[in-house]
């Protein structure tokens, strides 16, 4: 499953939104109705961190600025109110079918 | 806390054979699959395979396949990932990942000669 996101970059004024998208090139729902689609985070030198599982549910510790949503072949991550802690890159990444797959991320940068 | 710790960076010759561990803690090692990603420069993140801590059992990346093996201690809570036959194309940083959420902190490999 090939995972395609846009845009490759957006520049953000600090307090104003953003979003971003990822496209699958096939339906990311399983045979039971479950949808394993993620949003990560990545700082410069840092590992990934989960924001967003399974579409639209925020993990353990996450802001509320951040929300996911979508279904089928389309999804997108919004943030509300950028802060300067939530520039780096921005990957999807499905783990409906193996193997896992991650988009080539939107770099979100500060104005 | 989950905590998972990774091996430190490597630098190794082309042709060798690369393994890193990733101990787990603060998490039940044996009830989630524990992956590994590779994050080459310039490149999308990759998985390169699965553990099943609980029975060993393993699934890897069609591209990796035939050189890399993948095992799970769990006496000591520990994964391991061996990558053979190694080349330039295999510098990069490299990830465990518990059940699809908690990332190790990564494992800088450089190969060259």
């Known amino acids: 499953i090939v995972l395609t996101q846009s845009p490759l970059s957006t520049h953000v004024t600090l307090g104003q939104p953003a979003s971003m998208s990822c496209t699958s090139s096939?339906?990311?729902?399983?045979?039971?109705?479950?949808?394993?689609l993620s949003w990560l985070h990545q700082r410069p030198g840092q590992p990934p961190r989960l924001l967003i599982y399974?579409?639209?549910k925020r993990f353990s510790g996450v802001p509320d600025r951040f929300s996911g949503s979508g279904a089928g072949t389309d999804f997108t991550l919004n943030i509300t109110r950028v802060e300067a802690e939530d520039v780096g890159f921005y990957y999807c990444?499905?783990?409906?079918?193996?193997?896992?797959?991650f988009g080539g991320g939107t770099k979100v940068e500060i104005k | 806390e989950v905590q998972l710790v990774q091996s430190g960076a490597e630098v190794k010759k082309p042709g060798t054979t690369l393994k890193i561990s990733c101990k787990v803690s603060?998490?039940?090692?044996?009830?989630?699959?524990l992956h590994w990603i590779q994050q080459a420069p310039g490149k999308r993140l990759e998985w390169m395979g699965l553990?099943?801590?609980?029975?060993?059992?393993?699934q890897y990346a069609e591209k990796f396949q035939g050189r890399i093996t993948i095992t799970a201690d769990t006496s000591s809570d520990t994964a391991y990932m061996e990558l053979r036959g190694l080349s330039s194309d295999d510098t990069a940083v490299y990830y465990c990942?518990?059940?699809?959420?908690?990332w190790g902190q990564g494992t800088q490999v450089l190969v060259s000669s």
């Open positions: 990942l518990l059940s699809r959420a908690y």
């Open positions: 399974k579409i639209s």
């Open positions: 553990v099943d801590p609980e029975d060993g059992e393993t």
């Open positions: 603060g998490y039940t090692f044996s009830d989630y699959y």
């Open positions: 096939e339906s990311l729902e399983d045979s039971d109705g479950n949808t394993f």
């Open positions: 990444s499905q783990a409906t079918q193996v193997p896992l797959t």
